[in-house]
């Protein structure tokens, strides 16, 4: 079996990558870093370790490869000769990656290929799928577009696994070397698979998928930027020095068991099984192994308070199931005090929250952020929360 594995980086190589190699396939990944070309292609190996709560566990991916990315024929010839593949680029990288893969599905045809082929998105994007499809069918004829919707699969994917900045003591002289955290399950949308499930380990096929996709957009990455922002205004470095402060992880958990509550029932999932997951959570974001800094995990600004992303998103999904969304605000107007993003030096909070978040009630975030601008204690907003939130 063969794999296409578009992205080297952390994700790609820390998890997707590792995946495939453990299922058996022959991994060729594509990138354009020629250092990370090189060696995997001397190599055709890698070490991924695995920092657990004390010590680490060293795995090693096996059988694979690296196209130049630049050579976009290189590409096609991968595509063309795969049984699956996987994207894990960023969002904002997709649009340059559309017309390799075009060629590459292109070369399928041309070459009587017409077996189902997936496409597996681990992009940080509600409706991934539907962007990947459109930006690969600009790039296509008619007739290829008829063959684009008939046998090939976009299968979105939910990425937990969380992978710190890697620093030179983590690699140890190997620029090949990730460290990433022990969670390694992989959620796939069942329903957008064309022919047999690609076979693949720890994989849950799920449907309908968008309740993965909130559940880790509007609890996983909604109570990380939130211990990030909590963590910054207690003058943390380190996401675990914020969520072992009570009041933080406290604050924290209200959030995430709100979203919780709204997702259930919005898709009809089990809150027990999503309250487990917060606390799991929690115990994640503590492993001091990953060092991964406030600084980084609060970063970008504009995105992460943007209509659909973590923090809106999920004050709007509480709003629409009618679930008090308060300490969620309460992460909002900690966003707007984060030290590390520039665009609040130049904007005003009301100005942020009209033009990036496209909030019209925002009464109860701007009276929470005045308060912490005005130097309230954690605990005294905790405090001031409780009381809001019974009346």
């Known amino acids: 079996m063969k794999a296409v594995m578009y992205g080297a980086g952390n994700i790609g190589r820390g998890f997707i990558g590792l995946l495939l190699s453990q299922s058996g396939y ?16 001397d190599a055709h190996r890698y070490p991924v370790d695995i920092l657990l709560e004390s010590g680490t566990k060293e795995e090693w991916a096996e059988n694979i490869s690296c196209v130049d ?21 960023g969002v ?59 046998v090939v699969g976009f299968v979105e994917a939910s990425i937990g696994r969380m992978v710190p900045v890697q620093t030179p003591e983590m690699q140890k002289g190997n620029p090949l070397r990730v460290c990433v955290e022990a969670y390694d399950i992989l959620p796939l949308d069942k329903a957008a698979v064309k022919g047999d499930f690609p076979p693949i380990k720890n994989v849950i096929w799920y449907t309908p998928f968008e309740f993965y996709i909130e559940r880790k957009l509007f609890i996983h990455n909604m109570g990380h930027a939130m211990t990030a922002y909590f963590g910054d205004i207690l003058g943390c470095e380190y996401i675990w020095q914020a969520i072992e402060n009570p009041t933080v992880e406290l604050l924290v958990i209200r959030a995430m068991t709100a979203s919780a509550i709204a997702l259930a029932k919005r898709h009809g999932g089990d809150t027990a099984d999503l309250f487990a997951h917060v606390q799991d959570l929690i115990r994640r974001f503590a492993n001091r192994g990953l ?50 993003d520039d665009v609040l030096k130049e904007k ?32 005294a907003l905790l405090s001031n929360l409780k009381q809001e939130a019974k009346r």
Do not use: Q
């Open 26 to 41: 022959e991994v060729s990944f594509v990138d354009v870093n020629d250092t990370v070309i090189c060696a995997m292609n």
């Open 348 to 379: 005003s909070a009301e100005e942020i929250l009209k033009e990036y978040s496209e909030l019209s009630d925002t009464g109860r975030i701007l009276e929470i952020y005045k308060k912490l601008k005005d130097g309230m204690s954690l605990e």
């Open 69 to 89: 990315g630049k050579n976009p024929e290189a590409v096609a010839e991968a595509i063309a000769n795969a049984d699956v593949m996987a994207t894990a680029v």
């Open 92 to 150: 904002n990288i997709l649009k340059f990656i559309a017309a390799p893969i075009a060629g590459g599905l292109k070369k399928r045809w041309a070459e009587g290929n017409m077996t189902p082929f997936n496409i597996i998105i681990c992009e940080n994007l509600i409706g991934a799928d539907k962007v990947l499809h459109d930006l690969i069918a600009e790039n296509l004829s008619d007739g290829e577009k008829e063959n684009l919707d008939a």
């Open 291 to 340: 060092g991964d800094t406030v600084k980084r995990v609060g970063g970008d600004i504009r995105r992460k308070l943007s209509k659909g992303d973590r923090l809106v998103g999920a004050l709007n999904m509480c709003r629409a199931e009618g679930v008090d969304s308060i300490y969620i605000e309460a992460a909002i107007a900690a966003a707007l005090l984060f030290s590390h």
